[in-house]
């Protein structure tokens, strides 16, 4: 990227309220190496032959929008932006200045996804305090009975804690106290094991608080005339860093503007890092057959959950099309 020469100028017009830079381009006038990394000639003050930029917020601002949200910007992200600018110009916290910069960037926040891992950490279920106590709400709603009673036929037993000395007898005393240890150790490791359970998981995912408290949903003050849900879970949402002015209208969401599948040409099976994984040649609703891409079962199956997969035989080969009609995403666009 080449700098306009009107910029060119704004650059020198910097230096002139900037008394460290003054400072600097005297010295290196009466002496040209007094300042190890920095040169003057040609009325241009660089350092490691990159342009200085004066302490001019509104300049950089105007530097940071040419290299990111101009066209030839692109809407980069910030280690783009920061390589290229910095190979031109210099000033001090360049890099910081662009991350920040790029953060805030309203039009970033609301059409880029977000680069850092899944949201909310894993919250295991607490440890249970007697035999057999905890289930998983669907298990017991699909067995209708604890395993305990599936295996005895008696609902469990009542766990209460013993107390040394409880019995008068010896053997009894001794029994249930090692009983006691049994289960103290059994609770340790499975708290240790849920522990490394919870480390594993979480290494890939970031925990995310929006400074309200442990919330896990939002729900959101939307436009009147809003026909999606108001209640978001945490993984849909994004800070914004920037006060950027509430829109009163929501981002268009037509059912033409989401691209829907129409039907599956065919199937392969495909290697994804070291495990095998399927794909469907999927022809898009509006695009000829020849445009259909390969998509991952399991990641177009999450898109388009109602998108029924049912074979239906054509002649030519077996061809899975669409049975719920178009309606794939009506009411969705969360993705
Ligand atoms: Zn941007």
Same mark, same amino acid.
């Given at each position: 990227?080449?700098?306009?020469?009107?910029?060119?100028?704004?650059?020198?017009?910097?230096?002139?309220?900037?008394? %460290?830079?003054?400072?600097? +381009? %005297?010295?290196?006038?009466?002496?040209?190496?007094?300042?190890?990394?920095?040169?003057?000639? *040609?009325?241009?003050?660089?350092?490691?032959?990159?342009?200085?930029?004066?302490?001019?917020?509104?300049?950089?601002?105007?530097?940071?929008?040419?290299?990111?949200?101009?066209? %030839?910007?692109?809407?980069?992200?910030?280690? #783009?932006?920061? =390589?290229?600018?910095?190979? +031109?110009?210099?000033?001090?916290?360049?890099? &910081?200045?662009?991350?920040?910069?790029? =953060?805030?960037?309203?039009?970033?926040?609301?059409?880029?996804?977000?680069?850092?891992?899944?949201?909310?950490?894993?919250?295991?279920?607490?440890?249970?305090?007697?035999? *057999?106590?905890?289930?998983?709400?669907? *298990?017991?709603?699909?067995?209708?009975?604890?395993?305990? @009673?599936?295996?005895?036929?008696?609902?469990?037993?009542?766990?209460?804690?013993?107390?040394?000395?409880?019995?008068?007898?010896?053997? #009894?005393?001794?029994?249930?106290?090692?009983?006691?240890?049994?289960?103290?150790?059994?609770?340790?490791?499975?708290?240790?094991?849920?522990? =490394?359970?919870?480390?594993?998981?979480?290494?890939?995912?970031?925990?995310?608080?929006?400074? #309200?408290?442990?919330?896990?949903?939002?729900?959101? &003050?939307?436009?009147?005339?809003?026909? +999606?849900?108001?209640?978001?879970?945490?993984?849909?949402?994004?800070?914004?860093?920037?006060?950027?002015?509430?829109?009163? @209208?929501?981002?268009?969401?037509? =059912?033409?503007?989401? +691209?829907?599948?129409?039907?599956?040409?065919?199937?392969?099976?495909?290697?994804?890092?070291?495990?095998?994984?399927?794909?469907?040649?999927?022809?898009?609703?509006?695009?000829?057959?020849?445009?259909? %891409?390969?998509? !991952?079962?399991?990641? !177009?199956?999450?898109?388009?959950?109602? *998108?029924?997969?049912?074979?239906?035989?054509?002649? @030519?080969?077996?061809? #899975?099309?669409?049975?719920?009609?178009?309606?794939?995403?009506?009411?969705?666009?969360?993705?």
């Amino acid at each position: 990227m080449i700098l306009p020469t009107e910029l060119l100028e704004d650059i020198r017009q910097s230096w002139v309220n900037d008394f %460290t830079i003054q400072q600097l +381009i %005297t010295d290196l006038q009466d002496s040209p190496f007094s300042h190890i990394h920095y040169t003057y000639h *040609f009325d241009q003050l660089r350092r490691n032959g990159k342009l200085v930029v004066g302490n001019d917020v509104h300049l950089r601002e105007k530097l940071l929008q040419l290299f990111h949200s101009s066209a %030839t910007g692109g809407h980069s992200g910030a280690n #783009v932006i920061a =390589r290229r600018l910095s190979a +031109i110009v210099y000033w001090p916290g360049l890099w &910081r200045s662009v991350q920040n910069f790029v =953060r805030e960037c309203s039009i970033c926040q609301r059409y880029k996804y977000e680069t850092v891992a899944t949201q909310g950490l894993l919250q295991p279920l607490p440890l249970p305090t007697g035999n *057999f106590i905890d289930l998983t709400m669907d *298990f017991i709603e699909a067995i209708q009975t604890t395993p305990f @009673e599936a295996l005895y036929g008696v609902p469990p037993p009542l766990y209460v804690p013993y107390v040394h000395g409880d019995s008068h007898v010896e053997a #009894v005393d001794l029994y249930i106290r090692s009983r006691e240890t049994a289960i103290a150790l059994l609770q340790h490791h499975l708290q240790q094991a849920m522990n =490394r359970m919870k480390q594993q998981v979480d290494k890939h995912r970031t925990d995310r608080e929006f400074d #309200v408290g442990d919330m896990s949903a939002y729900r959101l &003050r939307l436009p009147s005339d809003a026909i +999606i849900h108001n209640v978001f879970h945490v993984s849909l949402l994004k800070p914004a860093y920037a006060s950027i002015a509430a829109s009163s @209208e929501l981002p268009p969401m037509s =059912r033409q503007s989401v +691209i829907q599948p129409q039907a599956i040409l065919d199937r392969r099976i495909v290697k994804r890092k070291n495990a095998t994984a399927t794909q469907l040649l999927v022809h898009w609703q509006g695009y000829s057959p020849a445009d259909a %891409t390969w998509e !991952f079962t399991d990641d !177009f199956q999450l898109h388009y959950p109602f *998108f029924s997969l049912r074979t239906r035989n054509l002649g @030519e080969g077996s061809i #899975v099309t669409n049975c719920n009609g178009n309606s794939a995403f009506d009411g969705g666009g969360n993705q």
